[in-house]
């Protein structure tokens, strides 16, 4: 309980827009973690609960349910401000999150970048001059 306090409450409290200093790579990690878990949970309520009670299908309830789309739209700043300070910590440029938008080669190669240890102390805006 004390690692989804600290790595998911704090981040959404405290660096919930951040996209400025650094992010760990466990930092980054333990986030996705409890959002992906959150995100089966709700999903679970909406398909056997909420769209059971509105009459749906199962068919149709599996497109996705209100609680699924809320905390989707509610986690997506705190997702890339973090994403933008895990890319600071390995020394790249917050604006390398836009690779993430080329179909298929950009998320692997995110993944690529977000797996990667820290450089330590480095300055990544003194590389890019």
């Given amino acids: 309980m004390e690692a ?8 959404i409290k405290n660096k919930y827009s951040d996209f400025k200093g650094k992010a760990t ?8 973690l409890f959002y992906i878990l959150i995100s089966i949970v709700l999903s679970i309520i909406d398909i056997y609960i909420i769209n059971s009670m509105l009459g749906m299908t199962f068919d149709e309830a599996r497109r996705g349910g209100i609680l699924q789309i809320l905390f989707s ?25 836009l690779i993430g938008l080329i179909p298929l080669i950009g998320g692997i190669i995110l993944i690529y970048f977000f797996l990667q240890k820290s450089k330590g102390l480095v300055n990544f805006k003194s590389q890019s001059k």
Avoid: C, Q, T
């Fill in 25 to 32: 790579r466990r930092e980054y990690w333990y986030f996705v």
């Fill in 73 to 97: 739209l509610g986690m997506l700043v705190p997702s890339i401000a973090l994403s933008v300070r895990r890319l600071h910590d390995i020394g790249k440029s917050g604006w390398m999150i």
């Fill in 4 to 11: 989804f306090n600290h790595y998911f409450i704090e981040i």
